[in-house]
T-cell receptor
Framework: RKEVEQDPGPFNVPEGATVAFNCTYS??????FFWYRQDCRKEPKLLMS???SGNEDGRFTAQLNRASQYISLLIRDSKLSDSATYLC??????????FGSGTRLSIRP | ETGVTQSPTHLIKTRGQQVTLRCSSQ?????VSWYQQALGQGPQFIFQ???????GRGNFPPRFSGLQFPNYSSELNVNALELDDSALYLC?????????????FGPGTRLTVL
């Protein structure tokens, strides 16, 4: 079993839809959690840190469920520009920074 | 912009050769990490440097080595290149002010090994 797992997708949704991704992790000692987005052939860009209490940034909401060991990302009112690969990152220590393989999202007009 | 730069942008080497990739981050970003990203995969953690010392390493062999310099630049060296080393190599820096170890990536170096 991978230490960090994501549904690879692709998710293909219409503009304006709400879409949600989950990411599960196996190390219960994990400390920090993040969502990054990566456009084709570009570097990952930090989208959100994921706080224990959950956090929201505009149309994006991130949640952490330590009991079930997953984090989630919700995108509301999706835009064409949201099309990208979304990577979850779990940070356990300086020697344990693990990226998921990414979930591909495609928004159609 | 993250202020993290990498050079070169692209590089072609042959099997058995050695390569040095470079990264420069902003002042105050005293932690730098290097990643290897194969096509269609998430980045794989190679190692992390903090104040010029390696303080974490992923599952990569010793032929992957690095350096961090006082001027916030760093290097990734790979010896005895193998075909499977072909990938996008990313460096990411973390400012000392980061609350949750947020990392900011450079644009990457695309390495092709023939």
């Amino acid at each position: 079993r991978k230490e960090v797992e994501q549904d690879p997708g692709p998710f293909n949704v219409p503009e304006g839809a709400t879409v949600a991704f989950n990411c599960t992790y196996s190390n219960s000692a994990s400390q920090s959690f993040f969502w990054y987005r990566q456009d084709c052939r570009k570097e990952p860009k930090l989208l959100m840190s994921v706080y224990s209490s959950g956090n929201e940034d505009g149309r994006f909401t991130a949640q952490l469920n330590r009991a079930s060991q997953y984090i989630s990302l919700l995108i509301r009112d999706s835009k064409l520009s949201d099309s990208a690969t979304y990577l979850c990152v779990v940070y356990s220590s300086a020697s344990k920074i693990i990226f998921g393989s990414g979930t591909r999202l495609s928004i159609r007009p | 912009e993250t202020g993290v730069t990498q050079s070169p942008t692209h590089l072609i080497k042959t099997r058995g050769q050695q390569v040095t990739l470079r990264c420069s981050s902003q002042s105050g970003h005293n932690t730098v990490s290097w990643y290897q990203q194969a096509l269609g995969q998430g980045p794989q953690f190679i190692f992390q440097y903090y104040r010029e010392e390696e303080n974490g390493r992923g599952n990569f062999p010793p032929r992957f080595s690095g350096l961090q310099f006082p001027n916030y630049s760093s290097e990734l060296n790979v010896n005895a290149l193998e075909l499977d080393d072909s990938a996008l190599y990313l460096c990411a820096s973390t400012p000392w002010t980061a609350t949750y170890n947020e990392q900011f990536f450079g644009p990457g170096t695309r390495l092709t090994v023939l």
